[in-house]
């Protein structure tokens, strides 16, 4: 309790977040509220975790950074802060950045190509060798809605679409009906 009152003490106004598995999932929308304020506290707990009395009266809000239990709230401080950090602006070098990252617009990133061209005989998706900056911006918006689909498509749900979106996930739709329909006849 007094390193909160202390803490609260140097940084008048600040949110204290305790981090708990009891909390708000920490997401990126939370990470957004968090980066508006000047300041925040974050309490980590050991073990059993804080007294009751001293989170009923001294802490604003829980946060879990998932479903799981940690041995300290440490960890969890760090990926806050992570987090967090990366979305003040000229953290990163180009404020682009954090925007383009993945769930930055509810979606997965969409797959990363390097050097080389050719890498143990799978290449590089054409488009991205284009130069057509409009067609790699398609290609690029294709794949992560194609990501989030595979690979956590409850992400859908809350997604930032729009119309393009909604059009390219109907023509999958329509596609894998498809494909089901020519292997239910040979069943």
Request: with cysteine; hydrophobic share 40%.
């Amino acid at each position: 309790a007094g390193a909160i009152r202390h803490a609260k003490r140097q940084s008048a106004g600040a949110p204290v977040m305790l981090l708990s598995p009891q909390g708000r999932l920490l997401d990126q929308a939370v990470a957004e509220q968090l980066v508006r304020h000047d300041r925040v506290i974050l309490v980590c707990g050991r073990y059993e975790g804080i007294d009751e009395r001293v989170c009923r009266q001294m802490v604003d809000q829980e946060l879990s950074i998932g479903n799981y239990v940690l041995s300290g709230g440490e960890l969890a401080a760090m990926v806050v802060m992570d987090v967090v950090c990366r979305l003040i602006p000229g953290a990163l070098g180009n404020n682009q950045s954090a925007r383009e990252d993945s769930l930055a617009s509810g979606l997965l990133k969409y797959p990363q190509y390097t050097r080389p061209r050719d890498f143990e005989q799978a290449g590089v998706p054409e488009v991205l060798l284009s130069g057509d900056h409009a067609a790699i911006r398609r290609w690029r918006r294709r794949a992560s809605i194609v990501q989030t689909l595979l690979k956590r498509p409850e992400l859908l749900d809350t997604a930032e679409l729009d119309a393009n979106d909604v059009a390219f996930l109907k023509k999958l739709q329509a596609d894998v009906q498809t494909i089901i329909d020519r292997h239910s006849e040979t069943l």
